[in-house]
C-alpha cells in the first residue's frame, strides 16, 4: 500500500517560488520501477502533468512550463519537492504528487496508481 | 505532444445504461493508454491501462478497448457510484498528457 501526502504554502504572491513536499509511505520508495511526478488541476479543468523525478534523480518536465519548474528527491526522507518560480494566477491550482509505475509484460505500461489528495495553491497578492 | 481530445464533454445517462466514452490522440499511440475516475474533491483513480487492462479492484463492469489513435472507455452497466469526471491519458511519449474529461451526470 502507498499512501502519498502533499504539504507547503496555500498562499503564494505573483512572482514568488511555489514550493511543495510530498511525503511518500512506501517500502520500495527507491525502486527503479516508480518514477514520482507532480500533476495540477485548475479548479473546474483538466489534469496537467508538470514532471517527475526517478530513484536515480534524473528529471524530466513538461515543457509548457519553460523552465520554471524544478523536481528534487530526498530519499533518506522518503520525499520529493516542486519548485515553480515566477508564479502568477494561472498557477493557481490543486497540485497532486502521484506515483508512475513502470511495469514490463511482454508489453510495457506506465500508469499513475497512486496519487496525494492534492493540495490547494492560489497565487494572490 | 500527443494532443487528447474527449467526447463528449458531458454525457448524461441513467443509472442502469451503458455509457460509452470516447478518446482521441493526435497521434498514433499503440494501446499506451489509461483512463482515470475522479470525484468531486477526490483525486483520480486508475481505472484501465495499456487501453484494456483493468487495474486491480476495478469492476469488470469497465471495460477499455481501441489502439493507434482512438480509444473507448464502456460502462456496462452504470452504478450511482460512476458518476465522476473520466479522463484519457496517453504514455506513448513525455510530456504525459490527458485529454479534457468527461463528465458522466445523471439523467
Known amino acids: 500500500q502507498v499512501h502519498l501526502r502533499e504539504s507547503g504554502p496555500g498562499l503564494v504572491k505573483p512572482s514568488q517560488t511555489l514550493s511543495l513536499t510530498c511525503t511518500v509511505s512506501?517500502?520500495?520508495?527507491?525502486?527503479?520501477?516508480?518514477?514520482w511526478n507532480w500533476v495540477r488541476q485548475p479548479a473546474g479543468k483538466g489534469l496537467e502533468w508538470i514532471g517527475h523525478?526517478?530513484?536515480?534523480?534524473?528529471?524530466r518536465y513538461n515543457p509548457s512550463l519553460r523552465g520554471r519548474v524544478t523536481i528534487s528527491l530526498d530519499t533518506s526522507k522518503k520525499q520529493f519537492s516542486l519548485q515553480v518560480t515566477s508564479v502568477t494566477a494561472e498557477d493557481t491550482a490543486m497540485y497532486f504528487c502521484?506515483?508512475?509505475?513502470?511495469?514490463?509484460?511482454?508489453?510495457?505500461?506506465?500508469?499513475?496508481?497512486?496519487w496525494g489528495p492534492g493540495t490547494l495553491v492560489t497565487v494572490s497578492s | 505532444e500527443v494532443e487528447m481530445t474527449q467526447s463528449p464533454a458531458t454525457l448524461s445517462v441513467s443509472p442502469g445504461e451503458r455509457a460509452t466514452l470516447s478518446c482521441r490522440a493526435s497521434?498514433?499511440?499503440?494501446?499506451?493508454l489509461a483512463w482515470y475516475q475522479q470525484k468531486p474533491g477526490q483525486s483520480p483513480r486508475l481505472l484501465i491501462y495499456?487501453?484494456?487492462i483493468r487495474a486491480t479492484g476495478i469492476p469488470a463492469r469497465f471495460s477499455g478497448s481501441g489502439s493507434g489513435t482512438e480509444f473507448t472507455l464502456t460502462i456496462s452497466i452504470l452504478q450511482s457510484e460512476d458518476f465522476a469526471v473520466y479522463y484519457c491519458?496517453?504514455?506513448?511519449?513525455?510530456?504525459?498528457?490527458f485529454g479534457q474529461g468527461t463528465k458522466v451526470e445523471i439523467k
Open positions: 502521484a506515483r508512475e509505475t513502470y511495469f514490463y509484460d511482454s508489453n510495457g505500461y506506465y500508469y499513475f496508481d497512486s
Open positions: 512506501v517500502d520500495s520508495f527507491s525502486s527503479d520501477t516508480s518514477y
Open positions: 523525478v526517478k530513484s536515480s534523480g534524473n528529471t
Open positions: 497521434q498514433r499511440i499503440a494501446t499506451n
Open positions: 495499456g487501453s484494456s
Open positions: 491519458q496517453q504514455y506513448y511519449d513525455w510530456p504525459r498528457t
